[in-house]
């Protein structure tokens, strides 16, 4: 079992930054592959981005390939996930996931794919 704990969201601009972190405690988190999720209002959840527990395969959906990075440090329990030049559709509750695997390629990235989730961080991008 992981814990997973979201922080770093906010209120921005159109055109801004943020970045979030989660946070593990509990197993060996650098055994993970971990990945982000998004829920707006009224929406399905959607899958954001991938990183597998080396940080050698990372994985995006289209919508925010080339403006969100994601990223670990094994070190400090903790995946980021910086997102540049956000727009107004980027508003969402965010949700860290995670599932213990070692895999040199990502595959499978839906949430019913995750077993461990943390309790979301809300991003609100302003027009």
């Known amino acids: 079992q992981v814990w997973l704990a979201e922080s770093g969201g906010g209120l921005v601009q159109a055109g801004g930054s943020l970045s979030l972190s989660c946070a593990a405690s509990?197993?060996?988190?650098?055994?993970?592959?971990v990945a982000w999720f998004r829920q707006a209002p009224g929406k399905e959840r959607e899958f954001v981005a991938a990183?597998?527990?080396?940080?050698?395969?990372?994985y995006y959906v289209s919508s925010v390939k080339g403006r969100f990075t994601i990223s670990r440090d094994n070190a400090k329990n903790t995946v980021y996930l910086r997102m540049n030049s956000l727009k107004p559709e980027d508003t969402a509750v965010y949700y860290c996931a995670s599932r213990p695997e070692r895999v040199g390629v990502l595959s499978g990235l839906t949430g019913a794919n995750f077993a461990s989730w943390g309790q979301g961080t809300q991003v609100t991008v302003s027009s």
């Open positions: 509990g197993r060996t988190f650098s055994e993970y592959t």
């Open positions: 990183i597998n527990w080396s940080g050698t395969d990372t």
